[in-house]
């Protein structure tokens, strides 16, 4: 199959399980978000504060919203704690949430291998953002990202201080063409509301603020989803 048939047939299948919300694991070990501002074209990003070998993430990189998903998680649950942790935040979750909306979601998009030797599957997800630049964001937690504001897909994968994963996962959306179809889908009404989707992913009223900060406390005490070394997978193959 060519790639151009493959993008195809991601494209017609990417919303369809977001509709639905159905309960379907991983088959990636968690999400990459691409937060497009539709009017400008500009990716929202975030300054790494921690390290995580296993994903080769280290602190001062550059990165746009992700998440590690958690053992047995549901793969549109990691998305939608992505959405709060890294991307709005719980102060001011219900007013920014209005203003995002979900175009695009590819379970089995990239694969990475971190300089540590550990391979990462990484889901990627492409939300359109119709608010002003100057988006109300807070990111729940703030010992994993800084907010870093919008930057153009092309300099961000020129920064010295990039996120390798990051930037593959925004060279890969611009070579397969994914942003223009993504603000089709926005135009045309098809991508989901992100106060809709938070409710529905996790089970609970977006205006519930307590009831959802019971939740990000109550995953963080959960394990993060095992990561393979290379070395492993190769033993396995042979």
Aim: charged share 20%; glycine share 6%; aromatic share 6%.
């Amino acid at each position: 199959m060519s790639t151009q048939e493959t993008t195809k047939n991601h494209w017609a299948s990417s919303l369809e399980g977001i509709e639905s919300l159905e309960p379907i694991q991983h088959a990636s070990h968690g999400i990459l978000l691409v937060v497009m501002h539709k009017d400008s074209g500009l990716i929202l990003t975030n300054v790494e504060n921690s390290k995580k070998p296993e994903t080769g993430k280290i602190p001062g990189q550059t990165s746009i919203p992700s998440e590690t998903a958690k053992n047995g998680e549901n793969r549109f649950t990691t998305a939608a704690y992505a959405l709060i942790e890294e991307v709005v935040g719980l102060t001011s979750l219900q007013e920014t949430a209005q203003q995002l909306h979900f175009a695009y979601f590819d379970d089995s998009f990239l694969t990475y291998e971190s300089p540590n030797g550990h391979e990462v599957k990484g889901a990627v997800g492409v939300i359109i953002y119709n608010g002003p630049l100057a988006i109300k964001r807070f990111p729940s937690d703030i010992t994993e990202v800084t907010p870093n504001g919008w930057i153009k897909p092309q300099a961000l994968t020129e920064r010295p201080d990039v996120r390798p994963i990051t930037k593959q996962a925004i060279q890969s959306v611009v070579l397969r063409g994914i942003i223009p179809k993504a603000i089709q889908t926005y135009n045309t009404g098809k991508a989901i509301p992100m106060s809709h989707f938070i409710s529905k992913a996790l089970g609970v009223d977006i205006a519930s603020t307590e009831s959802i900060r019971l939740l990000c406390s109550r995953r963080k005490q959960e394990a993060d989803i095992a990561i393979p070394h290379t070395s492993l997978l190769y033993r396995r193959r042979i």
